[in-house]
């Protein structure tokens, strides 16, 4: 067993894990070069570079401890960190999703409209002896057949095509159809190439065996960076924040937009626009009061029942696992099964009182519900924290007390509690900053409703920060990452905040000086 | 660094160069492809369709990628790029403003044929600003069903009403009219037709009208006392402000009537109910009834088929497999709902439950348009406003007059802010 870990096996071990990690991110480093990812293509070769000065040389032991935890701390904490700090100056909502010039590109695309009676042609694509592009058009109704290239539309006589059972020309002279292979190597030329029609119209094709007559409505100078409406001289230009707009009517803007900087806007706008401000001092001080009502009532529940088993009770065993249950069950199934158990028409709680309270309907009932699930979910945790915390205070102190006259409830205060506190503070502050984002219990068990919608409201009456963040993130309607993103910068300042604060408070950190 | 441990880096460099290109997929691989998105649903269908048959397009092959439900599709479009996104996407037609502002879906013209195969409406719901996107694949609508083991055929919302009242307490009745399917605003769209109200209000033209009154306030209101509640103000329990649990009670036959989509019809006849008993709600008098959103999912072109180098190859798939006839019903025979091409309609193999909810969206049905739904002011959508409104009068016990006007004032606005969209 020695021989098998001499230095040899280690250290050929060590280059092989080297190796095959270094050959990951190389591949990583390559697809996302690949994809045009550089950020994290940057990022990756920092990485692969730190790996190898720290475990081919002897440069820095400890970095061979740290490095890997490093590497993940900024990949999946300051990278997403960073990404929405930046993401948070931008104009990115729904219809500001894209680059500019994909942007562009998209609005000459949709600038290109079908003629009013939506012609179409069946098509064979084929080349003409010069092997340019070339199709053969058949308008089987109206008995019109014609070869079309970019730049030449020759008419042909109906007499002398050969022609299928629907009508349709199969062959013209001078003209050689291209394989379905064929078509498919040239798919992008024939997608780009605009076939000559009249003056005012080409053609286009919308599959391999059909093309529509089109015309160019919205017509793009690159020099002047303006887009102009042929049909109505309306002109767009940019308007500094995502969006072509009409110059005489700001309001009409071209779709779509691009992601614009904007800076500081949408910070700006959490204080200054109050369909945005009103919802959000509402939420925010709900978000506080849950956050601390479930976390006293975690606290106090579990403390309670800590107490409980910390004395001699007949079958202590069985009622310290069934209490245990509901912190090992998933939550989501606990939240799901509890938010049935709600339900005003079918649900088990009104059944079993006889009462027909709408849980889900009412703002305060909803509220209430809200903690009493969380309750259900994490009382178990502080029981587990309580019971270790009780245990390891020293009966000494409590019978010394009870010697010299103190009551039990003078113990509790005087001795138990504080050292208890000692012991869970951090943890109350860690719990506060979870519950402060504990999107899941939210989301589903109310979805943040109910909502006064009727009354103006737009957020729910349970959405916390994070779940009306995530609404305006990723909502139904008009989705607005950059305003999310500022929300979310300024409940990251909010939780670093208060987490900063608890741990100074409760000295937490004292022993690490 | 010594030249020993120097040679030695460059070997272990040279490796895992070596390891990393090998390991790196051709970029050639996926060439002449369409990728087709779609939900945990159609997927698996549409995979078991083109598993019979694939050479829809000529040197095409089609890939479906299947998503673990619709959400997940959604979201997954929305964040997609030209280098993860699809050719194709599978989704509903209220995509197709979204998809448009967002620069993800590409204009498509159908051939003449291919247009004919569908009635203006169901291209009108994958239209945005004139613009086409996609092909029409079904009817994604709700229809009522009742139990006739409990009740007849009813001809007036007063008659279901009556019906829960007299026998709620006999036959332990939960509620008398729920929605099982589609939610309190999709699913519920009918009830307040039926109760008089609308989220707009389509001329004969087939356009929505930018003066009618969509709730008529009084109207609904009375209709709302007269049905909903009891002489307290308070809901009568005939239908609950709520979908949760009314699946499981219409099955259990606690509730006689129930709201189910076309897309769940199966549970309701595998648990033995008879699919001839769909009907659109019915309205408060004789021969009318309450509309239901009956608009068209969709086979949509997205930018990234020209990205990919097939948009010539997408275009075909649209037009020879999602707009055809044959492919229509191939993939109907196996997704089992009403189809939106007309020729496939009229297929042998469509079966009961699939023309039952298409002549009942074709009896009561309203386009639904997004521009106009997902609510462009104040971002207070159909959606949103819907189920507020009805727990508004049926649980909070506020004045129905009142909140119907309200309603009405959000409906407006909408429409006022969608209609220069369409």
């Known amino acids: 067993m020695e021989k098998l870990f001499n230095r040899k096996v280690t250290v050929t071990l060590k280059y092989l894990v080297v190796a095959f990690v270094s050959s990951l991110m190389l591949m990583l480093i390559m697809s996302s070069f690949a994809k045009r990812e550089y950020a994290i293509s940057g990022f990756l070769t920092i990485g692969l570079i730190a790996i190898a000065l720290t475990y081919l040389t002897n440069y820095s032991i400890p970095m061979k401890f740290f490095l890997p935890g490093m590497l993940f701390l900024f990949a999946f904490v300051v990278g ?20 500019k010039p994909d942007a562009i590109s998209r609005i000459i695309a949709t600038g290109i409209r079908p003629d009013a009676n939506q012609t179409t042609f069946d098509i064979i694509v084929g080349e003409d002896s010069a092997k340019n592009l070339e199709i053969l058009a058949s308008d089987p109704t109206n008995k019109v057949y014609f070869l079309s290239t970019a730049t030449t539309k020759t008419d042909l006589d109906p007499t002398v095509l050969a022609v299928d059972e629907n009508g349709d020309a199969t062959k013209a002279p001078g003209f050689h159809p291209l394989t379905p292979d064929q078509q498919n190597a040239v798919d992008q030329k024939i997608a780009d190439t605009r076939f000559a029609y009249s003056s005012a119209y080409f053609i286009t094709i919308e599959g391999s065996n059909v093309a529509s007559l089109k015309s160019q ?7 002047t960076d303006t887009f102009t409406n042929v049909q109505t001289g309306a002109i767009y230009k940019d308007n500094g924040v995502g969006d072509y707009a009409n110059v005489a009517n700001k309001v009409e803007l071209l779709q779509p937009g691009w992601r614009a900087p904007i800076w500081f806007s949408n910070y700006t ?30 606290f106090a529940l579990g403390l309670l029942v800590a107490m409980i088993m910390n004395r001699k009770l007949f079958g202590r065993r069985i009622y310290r696992s069934i209490f245990i249950l509901p912190y090992a069950m998933p939550s989501i199934m606990s939240i799901l099964i509890w938010g049935g158990m709600f339900d005003t028409e079918f649900g088990a709680i009104n059944h079993l009182f006889g009462t027909h309270v709408h849980w889900f309907q009412n703002a305060m009932y909803a509220r209430a519900a809200v903690i009493i699930v969380n309750l259900w979910l994490g009382f178990p945790y502080f029981y587990l924290i309580c019971s270790g915390a009780l245990q390891a205070i020293p009966a000494e102190l409590s019978e010394a007390a009870a010697i010299d006259g103190a009551t039990n409830r003078q113990i509790f205060r005087k001795i138990t509690m504080p050292l208890l506190l000692q012991v869970v503070s951090p943890l109350l502050v860690a719990s506060f900053a979870f519950n402060f984002n504990n999107f899941n219990i939210i989301y589903l068990l109310t979805g943040g409703g109910p909502s006064n919608t009727l009354g103006g409201d737009v957020a729910g009456s349970t959405d916390i920060l994070i779940s009306y963040t995530y609404k305006i993130a990723f909502g139904a309607g008009t989705q607005n990452l950059g305003l999310a993103s500022a929300i979310s910068v300024v409940i990251f300042v909010i939780i670093a905040s208060i987490s900063l604060y608890g741990i100074r408070r409760s000295k937490v950190l004292e022993s690490f000086k | 660094m010594n030249k020993k441990k120097l040679s030695f880096v460059g070997v272990v460099a040279s490796a895992a160069l070596v390891v990393s290109a090998l390991l790196v997929p051709s970029a050639n691989a996926a060439n002449k492809t369409v990728i087709v998105w779609a939900d945990n649903t159609r997927g698996p269908n549409l995979q078991t369709v083109l598993a019979a048959k694939s050479d829809w397009v000529p040197g095409i092959t089609i890939k479906i990628v299947t998503f673990s439900g619709f959400d997940a599709l959604k979201t997954a479009f929305d964040n997609a790029t030209a280098l993860t996104g699809p050719d194709i996407v599978v989704g509903a037609n209220d995509w197709v403003p979204t998809g448009a502002k967002q620069g993800k879906l590409a204009p498509v013209t159908l051939s003449s044929s291919v247009r004919a195969s569908f009635t203006s409406n169901n291209l009108g719901d994958l239209t945005y600003k004139g613009v086409l996107y996609g092909v029409p694949l079904d009817y994604n609508n709700v229809g009522m069903i009742y139990n006739s083991k409990l009740t007849g055929k009813p001809l007036t919302l007063g ?7 007299a026998n709620k307490t006999a036959d332990k009745l939960t509620a008398g009219l729920c929605v099982a399917g589609g939610g309190m605003s999709f699913g519920g769209v009918s009830v307040l037709s039926a109760l008089g109200g609308a989220p707009y209000v389509m001329t004969p033209n087939g356009s ?35 979908d949760t649990g009314c699946k499981t009670a219409f099955l259990a036959g606690t509730v006689p009537y129930a709201i189910i989509g076309n897309w769940e019809w199966t549970d309701y006849a595998k648990a033995g109910f008879d699919m001839s008993t769909l009907m659109p709600v019915p309205g408060v008098n004789h021969g009318q009834y309450g509309s239901a959103f009956a608009s068209v999912s969709g086979a949509m072109l997205t930018v990234f088929a020209a990205a990919h180098g097939v948009d010539q190859g997408a275009k075909s798939v649209l037009n020879n497999f999602f707009g055809s006839a044959a492919g229509a019903v191939a993939y109907q025979n196996v997704e089992l709902r009403p189809p939106a091409n007309k020729k496939a309609q009229k ?5 009961a439950a699939q023309k039952g909810f298409g002549k009942s969206g074709a009896m009561a049905g309203i386009p639904q348009i997004g521009a106009i739904l997902n609510g462009a002011t104040g971002g207070k959508s159909f959606w949103d406003l819907l189920p507020a409104f009805w727990t508004d009068v049926l649980v909070n016990g506020k004045d129905p007059l009142t909140s119907a006007q309200k309603l009405d004032t959000f409906f407006q606005a909408n429409i006022a802010a969608g209609i220069p969209q369409l």
């Open chain 1, 269 to 298: 706008k959490l204080f200054t626009d109050p369909q945005i401000r009103k919802p959000l001092v509402k939420v925010f001080i709900w978000t506080m009061v849950f956050a601390s009502l479930t976390v006293l009532t975690q």
């Open chain 2, 159 to 165: 008659q279901m009403v009556n019906f829960y009242l």
């Open chain 2, 208 to 242: 929505v009208s930018a003066t009618a009154d969509p709730v008529p306030a009084a109207t609904v209101a009375a209709n709302i006392n007269k049905f909903l509640l009891d002489k307290k103000g308070k809901s009568n329990g005939f239908f609950p402000a709520t």
């Open chain 1, 217 to 223: 409505t919205l017509m793009y100078n690159s020099s």
């Open chain 1, 80 to 99: 997403p960190i960073l990404y929405t700090v930046a993401m948070s100056g931008f104009q990115y909502s729904t219809g500001n999703y894209i680059s």
């Open chain 2, 347 to 351: 297929d042998a193999s469509v079966t």
